[in-house]
């Protein structure tokens, strides 16, 4: 087998990480697997699995992307209106994979860090738009009302 490049590696591994963001984006994590990736690039299972050793090695090409597409939607004005603004993100396909996967690491543990930089990222966004007295309980009623919204949909659907 003919070796590779440094510089071809890294080329095709960001191809791959792109295409993982891609059915990530549109399809959530459910449709990020060895077979789809390896369809999408025109590759084999075994390739991608030089590239990605395991299932959970695929949130590495998630990871990072996301909030900073979001944080320009969301009103600064008062916290009422961040809440508003925030849980009107539930119909998008992007935010709402988002959220599950956050929601799936939590609860069953992915990785662990999708979970831990989502929360991060809210309340950073918080404490800088609202102050840190507002961090906590603006939050949670965040984390609740997207829940609440994500359920209510499903359930209308």
């Not at 789809?36 to 084999?44: Q, S």
């Not at 030089?50 to 900073?68: H, K, S």
Request: net charge positive; with cysteine.
């Amino acid at each position: 087998m003919a070796r590779i490049t440094r510089e071809a590696r890294a080329q095709k591994k960001q191809a791959l990480d792109d295409i993982v963001w891609q059915v990530f984006r549109t399809e959530g994590w459910n449709a990020v697997t060895y077979q789809r990736v390896a369809t999408e690039i025109g590759g084999t299972k075994s390739t991608i699995q030089r590239y990605y050793p395991t299932r959970m090695d695929f949130l590495e090409a998630i990871e990072g992307r996301t909030f900073p597409l979001f944080a320009d939607r969301f009103d600064k004005q008062c916290p009422e209106r961040f809440l508003q603004s925030w849980i009107a993100n539930a119909v998008d396909p992007l935010f709402r994979n988002t959220f599950e996967l956050i929601v799936k690491d939590s609860l069953i543990g992915l990785n662990g860090r999708q979970a831990q930089a989502g929360l991060k990222n809210l309340r950073k966004f918080i404490t800088k738009h609202f102050g840190a007295e507002q961090t906590e309980p603006l939050t949670k009623r965040a984390i609740g009302g997207l829940m609440i919204a994500c359920i209510d949909t499903q359930v209308a659907a």
